[in-house]
C-alpha cells in the first residue's frame, strides 16, 4: 500500500519513513506540501502522515485542499504534531484527520495506529469496489430499479429511472408516489407500501399515467431492504418492468379473439357471449327480445367480379351502416363472410324488430361506393322473439336462420318473422 509522508524536518520524515517500510509499505515522501498536492492530483495515496508546523501551507491547510480533491475525501489522515494543544486537534478533526501522533514518534505507538488507518483506508477501498461493482450492475438493468427509505423517500435510482421521469430534477428526497403517480399520498395497494409495511416482498401491475399523459403498464416488484447485521428493517427495493408493449399485445389478441379483424363488431364467439348474457337479463326482467339474422344479397356476384378489396370495403360499409339503425345497448355481429347478426334487447314487442329490419332495409338500398364503382345490395333479415320462439339461444339462432332464409326465397319480403310451428314445421309472417 502506498503512504504518503510530508514533513519539513528531514530527520523527522527519514524516521517515519523506515517505520513505514518496516510495516511492508511504500513510502512517497515531501517537504513540500505544495510539492505533495501537486502529486496527489495524479496519484491515489492509501494514507497520509502529515506534520502539523510546516511553511505555509501548514498541515491543517494542507488537510483542507487534501480534502476538497474529490478522489481523496476518505483517505485516512494522520497528523503528526509536537503541539499538545487541544485547539489544534479540534480543528484537524473538524477539516478531516482522523488520528494523531505526538512527537517525538514512539515507534510502537505509530506502527498501531498506521496499522488501523491502513485497515481503514483497505475497508473503504473494499466498499467502494463493492458499491462501485453494484452500480456498474444497477446502472446496466434496462429495467427501473428505485431504493426507498421507511417514509418512502427515493435515496437511489438508476439511469432508466431518470429516464423516465426527466424533467423532474434531482429524484433523491422526493416522495415515490408524487414522482412517478402524480399523487399526495401513498396508495395503500402500492407493494412499495405493502413491503415497508409487512417487511415482505410484494407484487403488483400498476398503470401510470393521467389526463394528457401516455398511459403505461409496468409491473412492479418490492423486497425488503435490511440492514445486513442486524436485520432492521430500512426500506424497500422496488423494481419496475416496462410491460406496455406486452400488455398492448394482450390487448390486442384480447380483441382479435372477440371482434371481427376487417368491420371491428364482435365476431361469432363475442355474439354467443353477449345473447346468453342479454337472455338472463330479460328473464330476470321478464321482457322480450329479439334476434335478426342477416344475410347480404348479391354480395358473392360483387366479391368474385370485382375482387376481395372491394368486398371487403362493402362489408365495411355494411356494418358502418348497421351500427346506426340500433341503440348503443344494442348488439350488431359478423358471424361470418356476408351473415350478421343483431340483438335487440328490451324491446315492447315484435313491432319494435320489424322497424329497425325497415330502417336497415332502407340505409342498405342507397349505394355503394367502392372505389371507381358503385353499387347497389340488398338484404334478407330473419327474426325471431324472445319468449314466443324460444328461451335459449340455439333455438333461437335457429330459427332467425330458418326465417332469413324464407325471406331469400320470397320474393315480396325482405325481412319475416318465425313463428310457432305448425303441421307443415314452420309458419311465416
Not at 407500501?193 to 389526463?211: A, H, N, R, Y
Not at 371487403?312 to 355494411?318: A, E, M, S, W
Not at 339462432?397 to 303441421?423: C, I, N, R, T
Request: hydrophobic residues 40%; charged residues 30%.
Amino acid at each position: 500500500m502506498k503512504v504518503l509522508i510530508i514533513d519539513d524536518e528531514i530527520l523527522d520524515i527519514t524516521l517515519l519513513k523506515a517505520l513505514t517500510e518496516e510495516v511492508g509499505c511504500e513510502a512517497v515522501c515531501f517537504t513540500s506540501s505544495l510539492e505533495a498536492l501537486e502529486w496527489c492530483e495524479k496519484n491515489d495515496p492509501d494514507l497520509v502522515i502529515v506534520d502539523c508546523i510546516m511553511p505555509p501551507p501548514n498541515g491543517l491547510e494542507f488537510i483542507h485542499l487534501f480534502r476538497g480533491m474529490p478522489a481523496h475525501a476518505e483517505v485516512p489522515i494522520i497528523m503528526v504534531t509536537a503541539s499538545t494543544e487541544r485547539e489544534i486537534r479540534y480543528q484537524a478533526l473538524e477539516l478531516g484527520a482522523n488520528e494523531f501522533i505526538i512527537k517525538p514518534v514512539d515507534k510502537i505507538e505509530f506502527i498501531v495506529r498506521m496499522n488501523n488507518m491502513l485497515a481503514l483506508s483497505q475497508s473503504r477501498t473494499q466498499i467502494r469496489e463493492r458499491n462501485d461493482f453494484l452500480s456498474d450492475i444497477l446502472n446496466s438493468i434496462q429495467d427501473s430499479i428505485t431504493i426507498l427509505d421507511k417514509d418512502l423517500n427515493i435515496t437511489a435510482v438508476n439511469p432508466q429511472v431518470e429516464r423516465q421521469v426527466a424533467g423532474k430534477g434531482n429524484l433523491v428526497g422526493q416522495k415515490c408516489y408524487e414522482i412517478f403517480h402524480g399523487r399526495k399520498e401513498p396508495c395503500l395497494q402500492c407493494p412499495a407500501v405493502k413491503t415497508i409495511s409487512t417487511g415482505e416482498k410484494s407484487f403488483d401491475i400498476v398503470l401510470v399515467g393521467g389526463p394528457g399523459e401516455t398511459e403505461s403498464w409496468f409491473e412492479l416488484y418490492a423486497f425488503p431492504l435490511r440492514n445486513s447485521s442486524t436485520g432492521e428493517l430500512l426500506g424497500a427495493i422496488e423494481y419496475r418492468r416496462d410491460i406496455t408493449r406486452t400488455k398492448k399485445a394482450e390487448e390486442r389478441l384480447e380483441h382479435l379473439a372477440h371482434y371481427d379483424a376487417l368491420t371491428g363488431l364482435p365476431n361469432r364467439t363475442l355474439f354467443f357471449d353477449r345473447f346468453n348474457h342479454a337472455l338472463s337479463r330479460v328473464r330476470r326482467a321478464a321482457g322480450s327480445l329479439a334476434l335478426l339474422f342477416l344475410d347480404l344479397d348479391g354480395f358473392k356476384l360483387i366479391n368474385d367480379n370485382l375482387g376481395h378489396d372491394s368486398g371487403d370495403i362493402l362489408l365495411k360499409g355494411v356494418s358502418e351502416r348497421l351500427l346506426t339503425c340500433v341503440r348503443e345497448s344494442d348488439t350488431v355481429a359478423r358471424m361470418g363472410g356476408d351473415e350478421f347478426t343483431l340483438i335487440l334487447e328490451s324491446i315492447t314487442g315484435s313491432a319494435d324488430a320489424g322497424r329497425v329490419a325497415e330502417k336497415i332495409i332502407e340505409v342498405l338500398a342507397k349505394p355503394f361506393n367502392l372505389g371507381d364503382n358503385e353499387k347497389f345490395i340488398g338484404a334478407s333479415i330473419g327474426i325471431s322473439v324472445y319468449p314466443d320462439d324460444g328461451d335459449d339461444t340455439e333455438t333461437l339462432l335457429k330459427k332467425s336462420d330458418s326465417a332469413m332464409y324464407a325471406a331469400k326465397k320470397s320474393k315480396d319480403l325482405k325481412y319475416v318473422f318465425y313463428h310457432d310451428e305448425d303441421d307443415d314445421g314452420m309458419k311465416l309472417s
